[in-house]
């Protein structure tokens, strides 16, 4: 079992920059892949960026290609998202999830997920 917290959402003026953080408890972290995912209002959650289990590895929504970095630390059982050049249609609850394909994927591929976290980007 993987239990997952996310922090650091919040609200961001267009242009700027926030980092989301996933805390993991279980003994399993390292060996997953992980990921990110959003869900804005009225739409479906959609794959946002994922990283293997050694972070040498990663793959992104072309959406947020150049935009986003995603990094882990297994040490600290964290992984993080950086956020840069944030835009309005970046507004949405985004979640944390754990276990899933190293590639673009869908919310049903996903076997743990955190309870979310709200980002805002206003214009």
């Known amino acids: 079992q993987v239990q997952l917290v996310e922090s650091g959402g919040g609200l961001v003026q267009a242009g700027g920059s926030l980092r989301l953080s996933c805390a993991a408890s279980?003994?399993?972290?390292?060996?997953?892949?992980m990921g990110w995912f959003r869900q804005a209002p009225g739409k479906e959650r959609e794959f946002v960026a994922a990283?293997?289990?050694?972070?040498?590895?990663?793959s992104y929504a072309d959406s947020v290609k150049g935009r986003f970095t995603i990094s882990r630390d297994n040490a600290k059982n964290t992984v993080y998202l950086q956020m840069n050049s944030l835009k309005p249609e970046d507004t949405a609850v985004y979640y944390c999830?754990?276990?899933?394909?190293?590639?673009?994927?869908?919310?049903?591929?996903?076997?743990?997920w955190g309870q979310g976290t709200q980002v805002t980007v206003s214009s």
């Open positions: 990283i293997s289990w050694s972070g040498g590895g990663t």
């Open positions: 279980g003994r399993s972290f390292s060996r997953y892949t």
């Open positions: 999830a754990a276990r899933l394909p190293l590639r673009v994927s869908k919310p049903d591929e996903v076997n743990y």
